[in-house]
């Protein structure tokens, strides 16, 4: 049986989800609605085998929600059976701005 990692985040992923949320409700009615629960989707996939996403940047990996163009960007914790996401971003945003919320 696969372990279901708990799930932590940044306190800026809420600013990262509202802020998109946001441009996608002006786009169209209920698309924010269909963003959010791709991220949800996308988180929930993870959840269960995140050491499936390669190491990208430092112990960095990313997720991709289907269809949305925005990447999930989280490290594991494998003795505490954590996931951290430190960012879901638009994907051709700078990943400069995501290794800055780490140091």
């Known amino acids: 049986m696969k372990t279901k990692y708990k799930i932590a985040y940044f306190d800026e992923v809420e600013n990262d989800l509202a802020e998109a949320k946001i441009w996608y409700k002006s786009m169209g009615k209920g698309l924010e609605k269909r963003f959010a629960k791709a991220v949800k989707e996308a988180i929930l996939k993870l959840q269960t085998v995140p050491t499936a996403y390669a190491i990208r940047y430092k112990n960095i990996r990313i997720a991709y929600p289907v269809v949305f163009p925005y990447a ?4 594991v914790d494998q003795e505490k059976s954590l996931i951290v996401i430190i960012a879901i971003i638009h994907g051709h945003r700078n990943a400069d ?6 140091g």
């Not at 999930?72 to 490290?75: A, V």
């Not at 701005?97 to 780490?102: A, H, K, L, T």
């Open 97 to 102: 701005f995501v290794r800055n919320r780490i």
């Open 72 to 75: 999930i960007h989280f490290y």
